[in-house]
């Protein structure tokens, strides 16, 4: 899943298949959305 910065829109891999671009706003900036919950992970 990926995230518009601009218009805070959840975009699929499909959706910006060809172009890195988002289709509702036409922004070029996109970044992969975090997930929900923190992945724990095990210290020393």
Same mark, same amino acid.
């Given at each position: 899943?990926?995230?518009c910065l601009d218009?805070?829109?959840e975009l699929t891999q499909k959706d910006i298949e060809k172009r890195i671009i988002?289709?509702?706003c036409?922004? *070029?900036i996109v970044a992969k959305s975090r997930p929900s919950q923190?992945?724990?992970v095990?210290? *020393?």
């Amino acid at each position: 899943m990926y995230k518009c910065l601009d218009c805070q829109h959840e975009l699929t891999q499909k959706d910006i298949e060809k172009r890195i671009i988002c289709p509702y706003c036409s922004s *070029r900036i996109v970044a992969k959305s975090r997930p929900s919950q923190p992945k724990l992970v095990k210290a *020393r």
